[in-house]
């Protein structure tokens, strides 16, 4: 299978350019110009919010991405504030409308994945006991996974320190308790790396892996069910989340990782992941090369 290189559009609506997010239609352009296959699609304003996009807006917008020969690699929902942890089930249960209400707009629009996470900032969502929003999310993500396995919609959770969760025994735990064939992990280089290697914001005591990134990827096998590649300087961005550093720019060695990957990994998309970087649309043509000239040194392209 052909590996086809997509973008997020979440690096030009946030961070530097959150006072003027760059048009979805001018980020299009470019991305063809350059020779991307494809965008990751951020699911809230001012790109693709569902409660705004609707009816034939939609038939639109998929039509924008044609229209510059683009694929819509997955779909980056927005669940802020909705907690299926919560103590709350009327909460729990606005999480799996909002959950549904997403799924439909993926379904409308055929992208192939659904993004996922935590919601809460680590270590844990207040007042709530451990094992309590553990198993909670778990039988959430079941179910909701089974909704989207329906409409064809692949579910991928990604980790990353800035939310619950985030070690590498626990990723490895809720794929595992999760159980269901169309639940799988979003595998971001970055956030692999600060969560594996650094233990950035986890509870006490802290957990690392000895091979990192590398070694997390090879637990976790089969089930990455997405990529984004990025690298990491070791630091956090803005205390809360990895920074993503250009390619090349940090101490990830990409030739291993995706040497990790790449035996269970049966998704042609593979992202770069530029969110928060301040300069990140003046780098797109030199992060594409990267990732052209790396997934063709792996006979992926």
């Given at each position: ?28 352009a470019r991305l063809e110009e ?129 939310f619950m969760f985030n070690k ?23 956030h692999a790396h600060m969560c ?106």
């Amino acid at each position: 299978m052909k590996a086809r290189i997509s973008v997020g559009s979440s690096a030009f609506v946030f961070g530097a350019y959150s006072s003027n997010p760059i048009p979805l239609e001018k980020v299009c352009a470019r991305l063809e110009e350059l020779g991307y296959d494809g965008i990751e699609l951020l699911g809230m304003k001012p790109y693709a919010d569902p409660d705004e996009v609707t009816g034939s807006g939609r038939k639109k917008l998929a039509g924008l991405f044609r229209s510059h020969g683009l694929g819509i690699s997955n779909y980056g929902a927005d669940f802020h504030e909705r907690s299926p942890a919560s103590n709350d089930s009327g909460e729990r249960e606005d999480y799996r409308k909002l959950f549904m209400k997403n799924l439909r707009f993926c379904a409308d629009l055929e992208i192939p994945s659904i993004r996922v996470d935590t919601v809460s900032e680590p270590p844990m969502l207040a007042g709530v006991a451990y094992e309590d929003a553990f198993s909670r999310f778990a039988g959430t993500w079941n179910g909701l996974a089974e909704e989207a396995a329906r409409e064809g919609v692949l579910v991928v959770w990604e980790f990353e320190p800035g939310f619950m969760f985030n070690k590498p025994s626990e990723i490895v735990r809720m794929v595992r308790d999760v159980g269901h064939d169309n639940f799988t992990v979003l595998y971001d280089s970055c956030h692999a790396h600060m969560c594996a290697d650094r233990a950035s914001r986890q509870a006490d005591p802290p957990e690392t892996l000895e091979g990192g990134e590398v070694e997390l990827a090879r637990n976790l096998g089969e089930k990455i069910g997405y990529v984004h590649l990025i690298d990491s300087d070791n630091t956090l961005h803005d205390n809360a989340t990895s920074t993503h550093a250009p390619f090349g720019t940090g101490v990830i060695d990409f030739d291993a990782v995706v040497k990790a990957i790449k035996p269970g990994y049966e998704n042609e998309w593979w992202t770069i992941d530029l969110c928060f970087w301040p300069g990140a649309w003046d780098i797109l043509e030199e992060s594409l090369s990267f990732m052209d000239t790396l997934l063709k040194k792996h006979d992926l392209r």
